[in-house]
């Protein structure tokens, strides 16, 4: 079990302690010095670090060549950053990879959640967690590059009735028609996996 206190202090607010959980037992690691590998989906064996210092050493040894994951999350290292001299030893610090981390995958997840037209219902929640586990693997979801794409905002979670309450007032009359017209089709196509939302949009 991941340390209650540390999610508590650390994850993005914005995800319930459960969820973060769910998170980083799915997709994250147990040592805060982790750092994995991959080039060409394969994975490539680096010695195991056993400080702050030598899991960044390794980082910038292969960032830019090589899909490089690091700490409790399992954070994609390099997102946004230009020249590897600007990672710091802060992305193996258990609190600051856990706020990194949950930040980038709620976003993640609210990129998903926004695929399936923003359900409301918990019963397809699970879904939405399994498909953003997997984008977080992958880097990719539906042709999107998760990592890079544009933060589509609401709320990360089903069940967050205050953030869908704030959204819906924040939105006009005709995003609302718009959104629920999505949400409509996204039901009927969820299985199809057919992204009809574009259509009849600007």
């Known amino acids: 079990m991941f340390d209650v206190a540390l999610i508590q202090q650390c994850a ?91 930040a980038m995958f709620a976003k993640v997840l609210r990129i998903v959640a926004k ?8 019963e397809v929640f699970p879904q939405i967690f399994d498909d953003a586990i997997y984008a977080w693997k992958t880097g990719e979801f539906e042709g999107v590059r998760v990592f890079q794409a544009p933060d589509p905002g609401g709320s990360a979670t089903t069940d967050s009735a205050s953030s869908s309450d704030a959204d819906a007032a924040d939105s006009s009359p005709e995003d609302a028609a718009t959104e629920s017209a999505d949400k409509d089709r996204s039901f009927g196509s969820a299985n199809m996996r057919i992204d009809l939302s574009r259509i009849g949009g600007k």
């Not at 959980?21 to 060409?40: C, I, M, N, R």
């Not at 056993?50 to 830019?64: E, L, M």
């Not at 695929?115 to 918990?122: E, F, R």
């Open 115 to 122: 695929w399936y037209g923003n359900p409301k219902s918990d």
């Open 12 to 102: 993005d607010p914005s995800l319930k302690p459960t969820i973060v959980e769910q998170f980083v037992s799915a997709a994250g690691s147990s040592d805060p010095l982790a750092v994995t590998v991959k080039s060409g989906g394969r994975l490539i064996l680096v010695s195991k670090a056993n400080s702050p210092d030598q899991a960044i050493a390794i980082v910038r040894q292969y960032v830019g060549q090589a899909v490089v994951r690091v700490g409790v999350t399992q954070l994609p290292a390099g997102i946004g950053i230009k020249d590897a001299a600007d990672l710091k030893p802060d992305l193996v610090d258990p609190c600051e990879n856990l706020r990194k981390g949950t």
